[in-house]
C-alpha cells in the first residue's frame, strides 16, 4: 500500500508507521535512479516522494515525533478549520479504511460521501507545525457513518465483481501475457531477482491472487509500454510486498478481516 510503500523506503532501521515489516534500502536507490525521478516524467511519483522525504526527516530529526506517529492508537481523530489550500467548499470528514489488504479513503458532507485517491488524502491531511485543532462538531458520528455505509457498499461491489465478473480476470491474462511477451522473455537486462520476482508475479496472476484493483493499476500503467524495465518498474510499484507472503487469495485475506477505521479527520467549514 502507498502508506507503507513511503516508510519502507526509508532504510534499514525503519518500520511500517501501521504494523510493518523490515525496509529494503535499495528501493530507495532504484527510485531515485529511476528514468521517472530522473526525468520527471512521472508527476505523481515525485508526488509521493514528497511524502517520503516529509517522513524521512521526521525520521531522522524529530525522533520523538516519529515514535509517537508509529504508536498512534487505531481510531484516532482530529478535527481543524478549512483552508483555501484544502479546496472543501463544505464541512467534511475524512475517513481512512482498512479490511486485510485493502486500503480505502472516503470523505463525507451532510450531502454525500464519496472514495477519494491516495494523493487526495495526503493533500488534504498535509499540516505545519502550526496548524491548530479544533473541537469536532457534534454531527461527527453521522458523518462517519455515512463513511461506514460507502466503505461496506464498496466492498460488496467489490466482491461481487470478483466473484461474477470476467473483467478483472480479463486485466490479469493481459498482464500476463506482457510478461510472457518474447520481449520479457528474451531480455537479457534483468538480473536473477529480477527473474524470480517476474516469476512470481505470473504465478500469483494465474493464481487469482491479485486483487482486480491492483491488477487494474499495473495494466493501466504498463500497457503501452515496449520497455522492460519500465514495465518491471511499474508491476513493483503497484504490487506491495506482502502479496507474497501467503498463498491465500486476497479476496480471501479481506474477507476474513474486519473493517478498521485508522484515522479520522473533521474539515470545519
Same mark, same amino acid.
Given at each position: $500500500?502507498?502508506?507503507?510503500?513511503?516508510?519502507?523506503?526509508?532504510?534499514?532501521?525503519?518500520?511500517?508507521?501501521?504494523?510493518?515489516?523490515? #525496509?529494503?534500502?535499495?528501493?530507495?536507490?532504484?527510485?531515485?535512479?529511476?528514468?521517472?525521478? #530522473? $526525468?520527471?516524467?512521472?508527476?505523481?511519483?515525485?508526488? @509521493?516522494?514528497?511524502?517520503?522525504?516529509?517522513?524521512?526527516?521526521?525520521?531522522?530529526?524529530?525522533?520523538?515525533?516519529?515514535?509517537?506517529?508509529?504508536?498512534?492508537?487505531?481510531?484516532?481523530?482530529?478535527?481543524?478549520?478549512?483552508?483555501?489550500?484544502?479546496?472543501?467548499?463544505?464541512?467534511?470528514?475524512?475517513?481512512?479504511?482498512?479490511?486485510?489488504?485493502?486500503?480505502?479513503?472516503?470523505?463525507?458532507?451532510?450531502?454525500?460521501?464519496? =472514495?477519494?485517491?491516495?494523493?487526495?488524502?495526503?493533500?488534504?491531511? =498535509?499540516?505545519?507545525?502550526?496548524?491548530?485543532?479544533?473541537?469536532?462538531?457534534?454531527? %461527527? %458520528?453521522?458523518?462517519?457513518?455515512?463513511?461506514?455505509?460507502? #466503505?461496506?457498499?464498496?466492498?460488496?461491489?467489490? @466482491?461481487?465483481?470478483? @466473484?461474477?465478473?470476467?473483467?478483472?480476470?480479463?486485466?490479469?491474462?493481459?498482464?500476463?501475457?506482457?510478461?510472457?511477451?518474447? =520481449?520479457?522473455?528474451?531480455?537479457?537486462?534483468?538480473?536473477?531477482?529480477?527473474?524470480?520476482?517476474?516469476?512470481?508475479?505470473?504465478?500469483?496472476? =494465474?493464481?487469482?491472487?491479485?486483487?482486480?484493483?491492483?491488477?487494474?493499476?499495473?495494466?493501466?500503467?504498463?500497457?503501452?509500454?515496449?520497455?522492460?524495465?519500465?514495465?518491471?518498474?511499474?508491476?513493483?510499484?503497484?504490487?506491495?510486498?506482502?502479496?507474497?507472503?501467503? $498463498?491465500?487469495?486476497?479476496?480471501?485475506?479481506?474477507?476474513?478481516?474486519?473493517?478498521?477505521? #485508522?484515522? $479520522?479527520?473533521?474539515?470545519?467549514?
Amino acid at each position: $500500500t502507498k502508506i507503507n510503500y513511503f516508510i519502507e523506503m526509508l532504510g534499514n532501521d525503519a518500520k511500517l508507521l501501521t504494523d510493518g515489516e523490515e #525496509i529494503k534500502s535499495f528501493e530507495l536507490f532504484n527510485k531515485l535512479t529511476s528514468k521517472e525521478f #530522473i $526525468t520527471g516524467e512521472d508527476q505523481q511519483e515525485e508526488s @509521493e516522494l514528497k511524502y517520503l522525504n516529509i517522513i524521512k526527516k521526521i525520521r531522522d530529526e524529530e525522533s520523538e515525533l516519529f515514535s509517537k506517529i508509529k504508536t498512534l492508537p487505531k481510531k484516532a481523530r482530529t478535527g481543524r478549520k478549512i483552508t483555501k489550500t484544502k479546496n472543501l467548499q463544505n464541512s467534511a470528514l475524512l475517513t481512512y479504511f482498512r479490511k486485510g489488504r485493502l486500503e480505502k479513503f472516503f470523505i463525507s458532507t451532510e450531502i454525500h460521501s464519496q =472514495e477519494i485517491d491516495f494523493m487526495t488524502t495526503a493533500r488534504l491531511l =498535509e499540516a505545519n507545525p502550526e496548524t491548530r485543532r479544533s473541537v469536532i462538531p457534534n454531527n %461527527y %458520528y453521522d458523518l462517519l457513518k455515512k463513511n461506514k455505509v460507502a #466503505i461496506i457498499q464498496s466492498l460488496e461491489e467489490e @466482491e461481487l465483481v470478483e @466473484e461474477t465478473s470476467n473483467r478483472g480476470r480479463t486485466n490479469s491474462s493481459r498482464v500476463l501475457k506482457i510478461l510472457k511477451s518474447k =520481449e520479457m522473455r528474451r531480455f537479457n537486462g534483468f538480473t536473477e531477482l529480477d527473474e524470480e520476482y517476474i516469476k512470481k508475479v505470473k504465478k500469483l496472476l =494465474e493464481d487469482g491472487a491479485i486483487p482486480k484493483s491492483a491488477v487494474k493499476r499495473i495494466f493501466k500503467e504498463i500497457k503501452d509500454s515496449q520497455n522492460p524495465f519500465h514495465i518491471l518498474s511499474g508491476v513493483k510499484r503497484n504490487l506491495p510486498n506482502e502479496f507474497f507472503k501467503s $498463498t491465500q487469495t486476497a479476496g480471501d485475506l479481506s474477507r476474513e478481516s474486519a473493517e478498521e477505521i #485508522i484515522l $479520522t479527520e473533521y474539515f470545519i467549514k
